[in-house]
């Protein structure tokens, strides 16, 4: 659903610039919050897998092809601002690097793919939660149903950007139809990936999903023939062996992504996506412009220069996967030690 120049016009993709860069001031700070021991080191790999499993298109419908988003499967592992920080790290990298999605249309962007896939997964994600039992499987079946909404929320998120601002004369009503209709199935492609991954992830290492804490069930004592909860002063539980390191977990991650990216996605449809197809049937991409970086050696997610498709896409991906990694880690470990920083002895004051 990458949003290419000229779909919307200048004063839109202005304000919705505007609005997105508040909401990655606000999620930087947010981030501080979420990013600890367990999630800080990785984010940036959460980053570099969206980028990875964003390049495998699936397809749909006759004809169309669907990718991830990314902002349910981002928020429910690491927290919803730094969910909103690693879909808007891979927009950014795609949009220079790899000339996908506009340059002047990247706050349109991050605004629909980011923010409001982002928000609307986890605020149902939250809301299903707190009904359902409290197990790790409830957390990977909210995890479907919040990525299945996510993806035509972002359609519908379009569609209200488009008619405000849409730089062709379509009826309002045929490209919502459109939109809602194809991302409805793309949402289905979304939940499986984001429910098989949070649900891998919860079943070795449930600490590490963000979403998942505060779910354990309480120790349980027999009072007088009553069960009670246990104190809660006797501390917390003792963390498995498994959870001294996040070592394996990321390396395991990383190859996953350099896999799927560099092997894997060659085999990706060939479809115009959900965005791009409603575009061509509706006449939306009438005034599409080219995109300031189309001559870039990686443009289109080949290698420039490399005559063998499958080895120009697969060097491509796994470039992107690299800089995508090293680029999130970067933000996110700045803002883990911006909060440490914050939280030192030396930054409150004593009193006497």
């Known amino acids: 659903m990458h949003v290419p120049d000229g779909f919307i016009n200048a004063p839109t ?10 909401a990655v001031a606000v999620s930087l700070r947010g981030a501080r919050r979420e990013l600890d021991e367990r999630t800080a080191p990785l984010a940036g790999l959460v980053a570099a897998f969206i980028f990875a499993v964003q390049m495998l298109n699936f397809p749909v419908a006759a004809g169309t092809s669907g990718h991830l988003l990314g902002g349910a499967l981002a928020a429910i592992l690491v927290g919803p601002y730094t969910g909103v920080l690693c879909v808007s790290v891979v927009l950014l990298m795609q949009g220079i690097l790899f000339a996908d999605g506009g340059l002047t249309a990247l706050g349109v962007n ?3 793919m980011a923010i409001v896939t982002t928000v609307v997964a986890y605020a149902l994600f939250r809301g299903l939660v707190k009904v359902l039992p409290r197990t790790r499987r409830s957390v990977t079946v909210a995890s479907f149903v919040a990525a299945l909404v996510s993806v035509p929320a972002a359609a519908l998120a379009f569609t209200f ?3 405000i601002g849409g730089t062709t004369d379509v009826a309002i009503g045929k490209v919502a ?3 809602i209709g194809v991302h409805v199935l ?8 984001t429910a098989l991954t949070v649900g891998a992830v919860v079943a070795v290492r449930p600490d590490l999903v963000y979403g998942a804490r505060g779910l354990g069930q309480r120790l349980k004592l027999r009072v007088n023939g009553e069960l009670v909860d246990a104190p809660s002063d006797t501390g917390p539980a003792p963390a498995p062996a498994a959870a001294r390191s996040h070592r394996k977990v990321w390396i395991t991650g990383l190859v996953a992504s350099l896999v799927l990216a560099g092997f894997v996605s060659f085999y990706a449809s060939a479809d115009p996506d959900g965005l791009e197809k409603v575009a061509s049937d509706k006449g939306i991409d009438e005034k599409a412009e080219e995109h300031a970086n189309a001559d870039s050696p990686l443009a289109d997610y080949g290698v420039e220069d490399i005559a063998d498709a499958r080895v120009s896409g697969g060097l491509a991906g796994v470039i992107g996967v690299g800089v995508t990694v090293v680029a999130g880690s970067a933000v996110f470990w700045a803002v883990r030690r911006r909060r440490n920083d914050d939280t030192s002895p030396s930054s409150t004051e004593t009193t006497v």
Do not use: F, N, P, Q
Not at 13 to 22: D, F, K, P
Not at 187 to 193: F, L, P
């Open 177 to 179: 139809t459109a939109m």
């Open 186 to 193: 793309i949402g289905v492609g979304e939940a499986a990936i």
């Open 13 to 22: 993709s202005a304000v919705t610039g505007v609005v997105a860069a508040g």
């Open 110 to 112: 991050i605004t629909d």
């Open 161 to 163: 950007l488009y008619w």
